[in-house]
């Protein structure tokens, strides 16, 4: 039986996660694009449908298994069946890690907006929060003619090839610890990514830097890089947290559905967050704020 099986539908895409591997029926329930049955209309001849279910298949015949799938919705009918949709997929070598397992994500549509994209990333079981790497592991894209199928799992193997560096980057995140000063400076910068700023340069968060630091678990009560880094990008995807507006009405920020941003948000966060360690381990940061 699964466990810790949850599903989330939202107005702009559905999700599944399990802690034990997907069937091809549970997807199917919930991120039906991933099984169209052929290439939306608007694609050309010159268009190779592979479905993804296929290169599911293949991947899970070399110890590749889905553990969370999402897709897009789209308001023009009918197109919901072809929208972009993502896998978040483990080697069945990584399943036994008590603390986390490296990932392999998947996005693919069937509607021409998006070719098959790989990317490394890691979940942390304590808080069920997937990340995703930033610029130092290389992603992978494979274009809708030739050999998918294959060139997809060679894609695979290659970001497996990386996961060395997926870990040195999370254990050097480990081995830090950030005073509040810098938590809040990191705090800042990953609300700017994920708000922006106004004319006036003043970043467009409805919450404060202590809010979106709050830990929501004992586990996460630590001040290291890794943990801060985990207690931010929860905070930030999944929404929920209470604040003000602009015009000083009460708000609620939401979580991030759109798979393009999921994958944007999650990508920068990483990369800041090793900016940070190379800036630790080369400037007080804390002196720096306090100083600015």
């Known amino acids: 039986m699964t466990r810790m099986l949850a599903t989330s539908i939202g107005k702009n895409g559905r999700s599944i996660r399990s802690m034990e591997p997907l069937s ?22 010159r268009y190779t449908y592979i479905p993804t279910a296929s290169v599911l298949d293949g991947l899970r015949k070399e110890g590749f298994v889905p553990f969370f799938a999402a897709q897009a919705m789209s308001r023009i009918e009918g197109k919901s069946e072809f929208t972009k949709h993502m896998l978040r997929l483990r080697h069945v070598n990584d399943i036994a890690n008590s603390e986390g397992a490296n990932e392999i994500i998947l996005v693919n549509s069937h509607d021409g907006t998006s070719s098959y994209q790989l990317l490394a990333g890691y979940f ?14 290389e992603d992978y894209r494979v274009r809708h003619n030739g050999d998918i199928r294959n060139d997809v799992i060679e894609a695979a193997y290659r970001i497996v090839d990386e996961f060395e560096i997926v870990d040195d980057s999370r254990e050097s995140m480990q081995a ?5 000063p810098e938590q ?4 800042s910068a990953a609300l700017d990514l994920r708000f922006g700023r106004d004319e006036e340069n003043k970043i467009l968060s409805p919450v404060s830097t202590d809010r979106v630091l709050w830990a ?6 630590d001040d290291s890089l890794w943990v801060t880094f985990n207690r931010l990008q929860e ?9 003000r507006n602009q015009s000083g009405n009460r708000t609620t920020t939401r ?12 990508r920068a966060l990483w990369t800041l967050a090793e900016g940070m360690a190379q800036l630790k381990n080369g400037i007080n940061i804390g ?3 306090q100083a600015q």
């Open 176 to 180: 830090l610890q950030l005073s509040r």
């Open 216 to 221: 929501n678990r004992r586990e996460d009560q």
């Open 235 to 243: 905070n930030l995807v999944r929404g929920g947290m209470r604040g």
């Open 255 to 266: 979580e991030v559905q759109s798979i393009d941003n999921l994958v944007g948000l999650n």
């Open 287 to 289: 002196n720096l704020a």
């Open 124 to 137: 942390r079981f304590v808080c069920q929060n997937g990340c995703i790497a930033g610029d130092t592991v």
């Open 24 to 45: 091809n029926e549970q997807i199917m329930n919930v991120v039906p694009s991933i099984f169209a049955p052929e290439a939306h209309g608007s694609r050309s001849s």
């Open 184 to 187: 809040k400076l990191l705090a």
